[in-house]
Protein backbone atom coordinates (compact mmCIF):
# COMPACT_ATOMS: atom_id res chain seq x y z
CA UNK A 1 0.00 0.00 0.00
CA UNK A 2 3.17 2.41 0.64
CA UNK A 3 4.76 1.92 -2.38
CA UNK A 4 1.32 2.48 -4.71
CA UNK A 5 0.45 5.98 -2.37
CA UNK A 6 4.31 6.89 -3.36
CA UNK A 7 3.88 5.89 -7.17
CA UNK A 8 1.31 7.96 -7.06
CA UNK A 9 2.39 10.89 -5.78
CA UNK A 10 5.71 10.40 -7.82
CA UNK A 11 3.06 10.11 -10.95
CA UNK A 12 1.21 13.72 -9.56
CA UNK A 13 4.22 15.55 -9.35
CA UNK A 14 5.98 14.01 -12.71
CA UNK A 15 2.69 15.35 -14.56
CA UNK A 16 2.76 18.64 -12.66
CA UNK A 17 6.23 19.09 -13.56
CA UNK A 18 5.26 18.33 -17.55
CA UNK A 19 2.56 20.66 -17.65
CA UNK A 20 4.21 23.43 -15.94
CA UNK A 21 7.00 22.85 -18.75
CA UNK A 22 4.62 23.10 -21.27
CA UNK A 23 2.96 26.36 -20.18
CA UNK A 24 6.29 28.00 -19.06
CA UNK A 25 8.38 28.21 -22.35
CA UNK A 26 10.12 31.62 -21.91
CA UNK A 27 13.59 32.28 -22.00
CA UNK A 28 14.60 33.52 -19.02
CA UNK A 29 17.87 36.23 -18.88
CA UNK A 30 20.27 35.11 -15.83
CA UNK A 31 23.35 37.89 -14.86
CA UNK A 32 26.03 36.50 -13.09
CA UNK A 33 29.15 38.63 -11.45
CA UNK A 34 31.82 39.36 -13.96
CA UNK A 35 29.58 40.38 -16.79
CA UNK A 36 28.65 36.56 -16.97
CA UNK A 37 24.76 36.65 -18.85
CA UNK A 38 22.57 32.86 -19.29
CA UNK A 39 19.71 32.64 -21.06
CA UNK A 40 18.07 29.39 -20.05
CA UNK A 41 14.26 28.33 -19.98
CA UNK A 42 12.13 28.94 -16.93
CA UNK A 43 11.82 25.15 -16.82
CA UNK A 44 15.81 24.33 -16.53
CA UNK A 45 16.46 27.37 -14.71
CA UNK A 46 13.73 26.11 -11.54
CA UNK A 47 15.14 22.50 -11.95
CA UNK A 48 18.90 23.77 -12.08
CA UNK A 49 17.37 25.74 -8.69
CA UNK A 50 16.34 22.66 -7.38
CA UNK A 51 19.01 20.55 -7.80
CA UNK A 52 21.24 22.91 -5.95
CA UNK A 53 18.91 22.84 -2.73
CA UNK A 54 18.69 18.78 -2.85
CA UNK A 55 22.92 18.64 -3.15
CA UNK A 56 23.61 21.81 -0.43
CA UNK A 57 20.86 19.67 2.20
CA UNK A 58 22.33 16.16 1.14
CA UNK A 59 25.99 18.20 2.59
CA UNK A 60 24.59 19.76 5.64
CA UNK A 61 22.59 16.68 6.39
CA UNK A 62 26.26 14.25 6.28
CA UNK A 63 28.12 16.71 8.07
CA UNK A 64 25.23 16.72 10.66
CA UNK A 65 25.57 13.42 10.49
CA UNK A 66 29.11 12.96 10.77
CA UNK A 67 29.16 15.52 14.05
CA UNK A 68 26.64 13.16 15.60
CA UNK A 69 28.85 10.34 14.91
CA UNK A 70 31.46 11.56 16.41
CA UNK A 71 29.61 13.20 19.49
CA UNK A 72 28.45 9.54 19.99
CA UNK A 73 31.82 7.69 19.71
CA UNK A 74 33.40 10.40 22.28
CA UNK A 75 30.08 9.62 24.89
CA UNK A 76 31.05 5.67 24.69
CA UNK A 77 34.64 5.96 24.96
CA UNK A 78 33.91 8.45 28.05
CA UNK A 79 31.86 5.46 29.20
CA UNK A 80 33.54 2.70 28.98
CA UNK A 81 36.83 4.36 29.91
CA UNK A 82 38.57 3.46 26.45
CA UNK A 83 41.53 5.27 25.31
CA UNK A 84 41.20 7.85 22.86
CA UNK A 85 41.26 6.37 19.23
CA UNK A 86 40.52 2.90 20.19
CA UNK A 87 37.15 0.97 18.73
CA UNK A 88 34.84 0.91 21.46
CA UNK A 89 32.92 -1.72 19.92
CA UNK A 90 34.05 -5.45 20.62
CA UNK A 91 34.87 -7.28 17.62
CA UNK A 92 33.55 -11.07 17.72
CA UNK A 93 35.79 -13.66 16.17
Do not use: H
Not at 36 to 56: A, F, K, N, Q, R
Amino acid sequence: MKKLFFALVFLAVFVFGLTFAARNPQVVGIEYYFGIDVELPLTLLLLGSLVCGVVIGFVASLASGYRRRRRRQRAERAATGAAPGTSVVPRSS
